[in-house]
């Protein structure tokens, strides 16, 4: 038994973010923007922001966007009065804006109370319309806002069907200026998801045939990517895989990866798809032998004879985008370990395929010694 839902309504093509100012949901609405300041210099994203007829503009989003700066939006779209938003930047942009969405509809001034104190999401949202200029997070259909709540020293998902965008727009011209480091690791964040929503207890069939397609697009064009970085094809492709691997978690969630990912960002700084890519490999090797020969199908399925082979291919990928592969490389001292191991046990680890215990935890961070 399963069910798949999905309300956002996608919009994909090169240029297609220059049709924006047609879309009869922002016609006559009080539009404000969300970005990002050093994404809002791009040429082709001030192009979209200037094509927008908007009462506001919001920039002061920080990567891994904290409480505080969707409590701030959130008071400047109930001030403005803002009927719609479109998000324009990474992961981080997307996430505050789906979150202050919600928030600005209610009289509550923190999403602290939702994030880390566990009250139950109700009520209305602004509609969001999300226009990804990276792609790796699948933030742009996925009802989840990853936020950081810096005084509490939380990061971690707020999930709630409230924050599903109405529309996302996704051009892959606007991610042709990524630079190579940042493209590895957002595809590599993208691939995890393909990889968690397929391993995910959750998973299921719909998720499973986008999961597979999207690893096969990324494993296939990702290495010709960093030869040729604004090669429009590429990115095309890149910007569809990241989609499918948004839609293949969106419902089954992530698993371990992720809940490594959030103490190795927290404490020593790693860029989201950086920590994900980081324990890749190793999780990969921990959770085969659990799936009952799913990982081989997966494998098979991306365009490889085998489980080594993706990670090998995986760990060539990441090594040729200076990405790290040890905790020296990451800057994490091995006193550390312990600190990893115990803030690793997250409840994402519910969904993976193998039950997570102490000494596995100990074994994948070991592994990268
Ligand atoms: N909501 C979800 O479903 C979901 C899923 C995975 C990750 N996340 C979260 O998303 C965030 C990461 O998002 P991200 O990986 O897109 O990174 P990001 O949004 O933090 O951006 C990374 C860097 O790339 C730059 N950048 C963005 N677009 C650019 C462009 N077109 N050209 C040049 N530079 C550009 C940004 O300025 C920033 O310096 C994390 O907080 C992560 O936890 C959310
Ligand atoms: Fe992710």
């Known amino acids: 038994m399963w069910t798949f839902h999905l309300p956002t309504k996608i919009h994909f093509g090169r240029g297609i973010s220059k049709t924006l100012p047609e879309y009869p949901e922002l016609s006559g609405q009080r ?9 809002a210099k791009l040429d082709a994203v001030r192009t979209v922001i200037d094509s927008l007829n908007h009462v506001a503009i919001f920039d002061k989003v920080q990567p891994n966007p904290t409480v505080e700066n969707v409590d701030t939006l959130s008071e400047l ?39 880390s104190e566990g009250k139950i999401l109700t009520g209305g949202r602004i509609p969001v319309i999300t226009v990804p200029t990276t792609a790796g997070t699948g933030s742009e259909v996925t009802p989840i806002a990853v ?51 397929f391993w995910s207890k959750n998973h299921q069939p719909i998720c499973d045939t986008l999961a597979k397609e999207s690893a096969r697009i990324i494993l296939t064009h990702l290495g010709k990517l960093y030869e040729n970085l604004d090669n429009p094809v590429l990115r095309e492709h890149l910007a569809y895989a990241a ?58 399925a991306a365009g490889f004879n085998s489980v080594a082979e993706i990670i090998n291919t995986i760990t060539v990928l990441k090594r040729r985008a200076g990405l790290p592969c040890t905790l020296r ?18 409840p994402l680890l519910n969904n993976n ?17």
């Open 329 to 346: 490389e990451a800057s994490i001292d091995i006193d550390s370990i312990d600190l990893l191991v115990k803030e690793s046990f997250h």
């Open 77 to 115: 779209l109930r001030n403005k009065q803002a009927e719609i938003i479109v998000a324009v930047g990474g992961g981080s942009v997307l996430d505050c804006a789906k979150a202050s969405s919600f928030l600005a509809t209610t009289s509550n001034p923190s999403i602290r109370s939702y994030h």
């Open 243 to 300: 989609l499918l691997a948004g839609i293949a978690f969106q419902m089954p969630k992530n698993a371990i990866i992720h809940a490594c990912s959030f103490p190795l960002s927290k404490h020593f700084h790693l860029p989201h798809g950086e920590a994900c890519a980081f324990t890749m490999e190793a999780a990969i090797r921990l959770n085969t032998p659990f799936m009952e020969g799913r990982m081989e199908e997966f494998a098979f």
């Open 353 to 369: 395929p193998k039950t997570i215990t102490k000494t596995d935890l100990y074994r994948i961070y070991d592994e990268l010694t």
């Open 147 to 197: 936020l950081d709540d810096e005084e509490k020293q939380v990061k971690s998902p707020l999930s709630s069907p409230l924050f599903y965008p109405v529309s996302a727009v996704i051009d892959p011209d606007l991610t042709i200026s990524v630079p190579i480091r940042v493209t590895a690791a957002t595809a590599l964040d993208a691939l995890s998801h393909a990889l968690e929503g």
């Open 31 to 39: 539009i404000t923007i969300v970005t990002e300041k050093s994404v």
